[in-house]
């Protein structure tokens, strides 16, 4: 019987710090900043962010369900690239336009799917097959679609 590596833990660290009273203090809801600034420790990004503009949030900032939804297509990409070059399918684009489903209930909001839709890019036809397939295998793999309670949906197209 072949013995299981033991279990590791990984832990990921985000800063987030609301910009405070400069776009209006919490006297009441609709008198202060949604604005907010996420940072990364040891890394240069910074994501400005903010609220829906459903929930009186900047327009032109990130959302926490933009991220979330960004987050889900970027670890399937990587995951798929990373299945794609253990089995030797060149990939030459992969571009994404996923989306999510958020519904919301007496002021309570979920998320109920997220789409992918991965466009890729392969170099050779005869891959194409294999290439729609692993698709599969990067969805098993993805440790954030894996992490989450609502379905991941994926509508690959391969072009060669």
Known sequence: MKAHPPARTH????SVSWSGPAGGSTKTYAGYSREHMVTFDGKEAVVRGSADPAF???PALLNPEELLVASLAACHLLSYLAVC????????????NADGRMTETSGEGRF???TLRPEVRIAREA??????????RARAACFIANSVNFPVHHEPVILA
């Open 112 to 114: 109920v799917e997220v």
């Open 85 to 96: 070059a253990l089995e030797g399918i060149e990939i030459l684009s992969y571009v994404d």
């Open 127 to 136: 891959d194409r097959s294999r290439a729609l397939a692993l698709h599969d």
């Open 11 to 14: 832990r990921y660290a985000a």
């Open 56 to 58: 009186r949030g900047d």
